[in-house]
């Protein structure tokens, strides 16, 4: 078992704030903030952690985003599959057909 799957799962969390609901890494930031420090880089680099989160460190969030950015498909990849749901009614060939000049008699 890669020992950063826990740490990617408490990444993937989400944080109940009085603000609403807020990603693990934007929580931390805003923590940092709190705290005085431009980011939570800046804090860990300091030798501060966050309770619950002592062993996440900036290379660790760096690591999560890169492999979700890798899970995620490509916005080419989304449109294809979206163009590939969308049912084309009537509606959507008339304005199909006037988007190519064609008009309806």
Not at 27 to 55: F, N, P, Q, T
Not at 60 to 76: D, G, H, M, T
Request: aromatic share 8%; glycine share 6%.
């Amino acid at each position: 078992m890669d020992l950063q799957q826990p740490l990617f799962e408490l990444l993937n969390t989400d944080i109940k704030t009085n603000v609403g609901r807020i990603p693990a890494p934007d929580y931390l930031e805003m923590r940092a903030g709190e705290y005085g420090y431009d980011s939570y880089a800046e804090m860990y680099e300091e030798g501060c952690r966050i309770v619950g989160y002592e062993k996440v460190s900036p290379k660790v969030i760096e690591e999560w985003q890169r492999q979700k950015e890798q899970a995620r498909p490509s916005l080419k990849e989304r449109l294809a599959r979206e163009q590939e749901n969308v049912p084309l009614d009537s509606g959507n060939q008339k304005k199909l057909q006037a988007h190519k000049g064609v008009q309806e008699l």
